[in-house]
């Protein structure tokens, strides 16, 4: 994810600032992913990683380069949660007993991180990512180790991404092939990490309501 303090550009070069250019480059891949999405899996599989990825290497290099940006950042937070809103779609679809978890899901990825960048921004906050000493302990954890941050992102992308390759490998496989040692071992280890952001994302909804209504206790 990008940071958002920079040096001023013209509204011509912020566009093309080479962060941005590798975030347009991810919406190509994220189309053409869900374009095959019902056909193709392991390619979708391929070009949904890959924008997954670039996710980490355009927040990189905008610092390295020091081109971080507002554009960048919103750029990025936008393909995030649309992207992962369109996989929990298909996996509804895919799982339609479980349809309601889904949308749980769904409601709770987005409105958490578009409370969390309102709040960040109402405190005067140049980045959602700068986290208060005040603000709970699991944020802190969460945005200031990168360790953590990609660990619990990568794990949760893949493991909505490995129920989206069950739907195919099961057709195929069978019952036998879900309960194989290796895919129990694989789907607990992947919806552990699942769970836990979900905690995160919980924690952060509520943190960011107690900050909002923190601004009015104040006048």
């Keep these: 994810m990008n940071n958002t303090q920079s040096p001023r550009w013209s509204s011509t070069k912020i566009y093309w600032l080479i962060p941005n250019l590798i975030g347009y480059l991810r919406v190509v891949l994220v189309v053409s992913a869900f374009c095959i999405c019902f056909n193709h899996p392991y390619w979708f599989v391929c070009l949904y990683g890959a924008s997954q990825l670039l996710d980490g290497l355009d927040g990189y290099v905008a610092r390295r380069l020091q081109q971080t940006t507002m554009y960048g950042a919103m750029l990025d937070m936008v393909l995030d949660r649309v992207s992962t809103t369109a996989l929990l779609v298909i996996l509804a679809k895919f799982y339609p007993a479980y349809t309601r978890w889904f949308m749980v899901v769904m409601l709770l990825d987005i ?78 280890l992947l919806s552990f990490l699942f769970f836990v952001k979900q905690v995160i994302n919980t924690v952060q909804l509520r943190q960011a309501v107690m900050d909002i209504v923190a601004i009015d206790t104040k006048g």
Excluded: P
């Design 111 to 188: 409105v958490s991180h578009f409370l969390h960048i309102y709040s960040s921004l109402l405190h005067g906050k140049r980045s959602h990512k700068t986290i208060s000493t005040h603000q709970h302990w699991l944020l802190r954890l969460y945005y200031n180790s990168k360790s953590v941050l990609f660990i619990l992102c990568v794990g949760s992308e893949a493991c909505l991404l490995w129920f989206y390759l069950q739907h195919f490998e099961a057709s195929e496989g069978g019952s036998a092939y879900l309960q194989s040692v290796g895919v129990v071992i694989i789907t607990c």
